[in-house]
């Protein structure tokens, strides 16, 4: 069994900054790629970032040069520092992540709970 559990949600001026985490907990052999999505009302579930156990980092555009995606391999937890945020970065943001565990050898994708990114203008 496998859980994510995201921290560092909350409510926050437009132009301010929040620090996103998540960590991987359970019967982990490895993390390999780790990620946040994000949520609007009415809108699909898309990607934010991404980051490979090697370091190879994406961005979804819109948030290209504000936001920053880090990883820590040893506490199989991942970041996601938001800044200069806008009304349109609300949503709720999910973890994602390919574990494999101890007992399956094979990468399975898991989801956290998500948490919730209000920006008001």
């Known amino acids: 069994q496998v859980r994510l559990a995201e921290s560092g949600g909350g409510l926050v001026q437009a132009g301010g900054s929040l620090r996103l985490s998540c960590a991987a907990s359970?019967?982990?052999?490895?993390?390999?790629?780790m990620g946040w999505y994000r949520q609007a009302p009415g809108k699909q579930r898309s990607l934010v970032a991404s980051i490979t156990s090697g370091g190879v980092i994406n961005y979804a555009d819109s948030v290209k040069g504000r936001f920053t995606i880090s990883r820590d391999n040893a506490k199989n937890t991942v970041y996601l520092q938001m800044n200069s945020l806008k009304p349109e970065d609300t949503a709720v943001y999910y973890c994602?992540?390919?574990?494999?565990?101890?007992?399956?050898?094979?990468?399975?994708?898991?989801w956290g709970r998500g948490t919730q990114v209000t920006v008001s203008s």
């Open positions: 994602n992540a390919d574990v494999m565990t101890v007992v399956l050898h094979t990468p399975l994708n898991y």
């Open positions: 359970g019967n982990i052999f490895s993390v390999d790629t």
